[in-house]
């Protein structure tokens, strides 16, 4: 299945290029510093990866989640 990545301003580029190499994959990108999305608080990176774990629902590509999301 297509992958989902998600990556920070500081790694993002590294995830994508990764991610990019499986056909139909998505990485979102966090703008903002920081590690474990999934378990920052922040709505948008877990919407997004509990979406993909239960279902493998892909956002679309481009997907940005914000600080304070």
Known sequence: ??????????????????VRRVPGSVTVRYDGPGHVLYLSGNRCAIGHATRYLTDLTLPPPGTVCLPGD
């Open 1 to 18: 299945p297509p992958l989902l990545g998600a990556g920070t301003w500081s790694d993002y580029t590294l995830t994508d290029s990764l």
